[in-house]
């Protein structure tokens, strides 16, 4: 697995994310709005960077959903696009049985040849979970996982208000400890 670098924020479809896998597998902020038309600039960016699965974090009803929007605009680009939600709670922990549930669905869609977009409302707390328990997943340890999160959250602006990724202890710790049972 091929790991992004600093060099390729510069080519981010929405603020406030990152590429996991350069462009394959993008994780942050919520990528819809509360107005139509910045709804669909992110849509339109996000699929003009690839991204054909969005895989939503978020508790239903939480935002304002963009299915309908990422769908009108896909149609325009001729390309087929999809939202998984599979909802954590805010602050909170999946089972392991659904974070497993959760990668299954990001290599999935990787391995379909679809390229993914992962979030959360911010893209720190549940996003950085997931995307720790990935990189565990595909071959580090905890620590290098959550030191790699590091790395990719130290030129985020929002680190002066949220100095880490994932966001609470128990995140961190989740990640930390994470393992999937055979």
């Not at 993914?116 to 995307?131: D, K, Q």
Request: charged content about 25%.
């Amino acid at each position: 697995m091929i790991l992004a670098t600093d060099k390729s924020k510069r080519s981010l479809p929405i603020p406030n994310s990152y590429w996991v896998i350069p462009r394959r597998f993008l994780a942050g902020e919520y990528p819809g709005g509360f107005n139509r038309e910045r709804v669909r600039q992110r849509m339109d960016a996000c699929l003009d960077a690839g991204l054909t699965t969005f895989i939503n974090l978020t508790q239903p009803d939480e935002l304002p959903s963009y299915t309908t929007v990422l769908r009108e605009q896909a149609k325009a680009h001729s390309r087929d696009a999809q939202t998984i939600h599979l909802p954590i709670h805010d602050f909170g922990l999946p089972t392991r049985e659904e974070m497993v549930n959760i990668l299954n669905h990001i290599d999935e869609a990787l391995a379909r040849d679809h390229n993914v977009y992962l979030h959360c409302w911010g893209g720190i707390g549940r996003t950085g979970t997931t995307v720790g328990c990935y990189l565990v997943r595909h071959g580090m340890t905890g620590d290098e996982a959550l030191a790699q999160l590091a790395r990719w959250w130290e030129n985020d602006p929002r680190r002066a208000y949220y100095p880490r990724t994932p966001e609470t202890d128990e995140q961190v710790a989740f990640v930390r400890e994470w393992h999937e049972l055979a």
